[in-house]
Protein backbone atom coordinates (compact mmCIF):
# COMPACT_ATOMS: atom_id res chain seq x y z
CA UNK A 1 0.00 0.00 0.00
CA UNK A 2 1.72 3.55 -0.94
CA UNK A 3 -0.02 6.84 -0.48
CA UNK A 4 1.74 9.77 -2.97
CA UNK A 5 0.26 13.52 -2.57
CA UNK A 6 1.30 16.32 -4.96
CA UNK A 7 -0.05 19.60 -6.23
CA UNK A 8 0.88 21.43 -2.83
CA UNK A 9 2.77 25.10 -3.01
CA UNK A 10 2.82 28.48 -2.73
CA UNK A 11 -0.63 30.83 -3.36
CA UNK A 12 -2.41 33.76 -2.29
CA UNK A 13 -5.26 34.20 -0.06
CA UNK A 14 -8.47 33.46 -1.80
CA UNK A 15 -6.29 31.28 -4.41
CA UNK A 16 -6.76 27.80 -4.97
CA UNK A 17 -5.05 24.71 -5.26
CA UNK A 18 -5.94 20.92 -6.40
CA UNK A 19 -3.74 18.18 -4.12
CA UNK A 20 -3.71 15.00 -5.61
CA UNK A 21 -3.34 11.69 -3.73
CA UNK A 22 -2.26 8.66 -5.89
CA UNK A 23 -3.01 5.53 -4.67
CA UNK A 24 -1.30 2.11 -5.08
CA UNK A 25 -1.57 -1.31 -3.71
CA UNK A 26 -5.16 -1.71 -3.20
CA UNK A 27 -8.30 -0.09 -5.09
CA UNK A 28 -10.46 2.93 -3.77
CA UNK A 29 -13.98 1.41 -3.77
CA UNK A 30 -12.70 -0.44 -1.06
CA UNK A 31 -11.14 1.93 1.45
CA UNK A 32 -11.82 5.23 3.00
CA UNK A 33 -9.86 8.34 1.93
CA UNK A 34 -8.62 11.43 4.47
CA UNK A 35 -7.19 14.24 3.77
CA UNK A 36 -5.28 15.95 7.29
CA UNK A 37 -3.22 18.40 8.14
CA UNK A 38 -0.79 19.83 10.26
CA UNK A 39 -0.24 23.69 10.51
CA UNK A 40 3.45 24.82 12.40
CA UNK A 41 3.26 24.20 16.33
CA UNK A 42 0.25 22.25 15.97
CA UNK A 43 -1.82 18.64 16.21
CA UNK A 44 -3.14 16.62 13.00
CA UNK A 45 -6.73 17.38 12.18
CA UNK A 46 -9.18 15.97 9.97
CA UNK A 47 -9.82 18.31 7.28
CA UNK A 48 -12.32 15.94 4.82
CA UNK A 49 -12.74 12.22 3.92
CA UNK A 50 -14.36 10.41 1.51
CA UNK A 51 -15.62 6.37 1.21
CA UNK A 52 -17.96 4.57 -1.50
CA UNK A 53 -20.86 5.50 1.06
CA UNK A 54 -19.55 9.02 2.66
CA UNK A 55 -18.09 12.11 2.70
CA UNK A 56 -16.84 14.49 5.23
CA UNK A 57 -16.10 17.91 5.91
CA UNK A 58 -14.12 19.70 9.11
CA UNK A 59 -16.38 22.82 9.62
CA UNK A 60 -13.73 25.35 8.86
CA UNK A 61 -13.41 24.20 5.03
CA UNK A 62 -16.78 23.48 4.68
CA UNK A 63 -17.94 25.11 1.48
CA UNK A 64 -14.60 25.88 0.12
CA UNK A 65 -12.79 22.47 -0.32
CA UNK A 66 -14.51 19.86 -2.15
CA UNK A 67 -13.13 16.05 -1.78
CA UNK A 68 -13.51 13.60 -4.95
CA UNK A 69 -12.12 10.09 -6.26
CA UNK A 70 -10.99 9.32 -10.00
CA UNK A 71 -11.38 5.32 -9.61
CA UNK A 72 -9.88 4.41 -13.26
CA UNK A 73 -6.63 6.43 -11.91
CA UNK A 74 -6.52 5.41 -8.47
CA UNK A 75 -6.72 8.92 -7.20
CA UNK A 76 -8.38 11.41 -5.06
CA UNK A 77 -8.28 14.44 -5.44
CA UNK A 78 -8.66 17.63 -2.51
CA UNK A 79 -10.08 21.03 -4.30
CA UNK A 80 -9.07 23.84 -1.97
CA UNK A 81 -10.34 27.39 -3.16
CA UNK A 82 -10.38 30.69 -1.35
CA UNK A 83 -7.83 29.52 0.87
CA UNK A 84 -6.63 31.25 3.69
CA UNK A 85 -3.61 32.09 5.77
CA UNK A 86 -5.07 29.32 8.28
CA UNK A 87 -4.91 26.47 5.88
CA UNK A 88 -1.62 26.95 5.63
CA UNK A 89 -0.06 23.54 6.79
CA UNK A 90 0.98 20.33 5.48
CA UNK A 91 -1.08 18.36 3.86
CA UNK A 92 -1.40 14.37 4.51
CA UNK A 93 -3.50 11.91 2.67
CA UNK A 94 -4.27 8.58 4.55
CA UNK A 95 -5.94 5.64 3.86
CA UNK A 96 -8.17 3.08 5.80
CA UNK A 97 -10.01 -0.72 5.01
CA UNK A 98 -12.64 -0.52 8.55
CA UNK A 99 -13.42 2.90 9.37
CA UNK A 100 -17.01 2.27 8.54
CA UNK A 101 -17.89 5.99 7.71
CA UNK A 102 -16.22 9.06 7.04
CA UNK A 103 -17.42 11.46 9.80
CA UNK A 104 -16.42 13.55 12.54
CA UNK A 105 -15.92 10.70 15.08
CA UNK A 106 -14.21 8.60 12.88
CA UNK A 107 -11.41 11.04 11.03
CA UNK A 108 -9.41 10.94 13.55
CA UNK A 109 -5.57 10.01 13.35
CA UNK A 110 -5.08 6.99 15.40
CA UNK A 111 -8.22 5.44 13.11
CA UNK A 112 -6.26 4.99 9.78
CA UNK A 113 -3.36 3.06 9.19
CA UNK A 114 -1.45 4.23 5.89
CA UNK A 115 -0.19 7.67 5.59
CA UNK A 116 1.86 9.75 2.52
CA UNK A 117 4.70 11.67 3.07
CA UNK A 118 2.92 15.10 2.64
CA UNK A 119 2.78 17.97 0.38
CA UNK A 120 3.19 21.57 1.89
CA UNK A 121 0.76 24.24 1.34
CA UNK A 122 1.93 27.84 1.92
CA UNK A 123 -1.06 30.55 2.08
CA UNK A 124 0.69 34.46 1.92
CA UNK A 125 0.85 37.51 0.35
Known amino acids: VQLRESGGGLVQPGGSLRLSCAAS????????IAWFRQAPGKDLEGVSC??????YYEDSVKGRFAISRDDAKNTVYLQMDTLKPEDTAVYYC?????????????????????WGQGTQVTVSS
Open 50 to 55: ISSGSI
Open 25 to 32: GFTLDAAY
Open 94 to 114: AMDFQLGSCSKSTVLVGMFVS
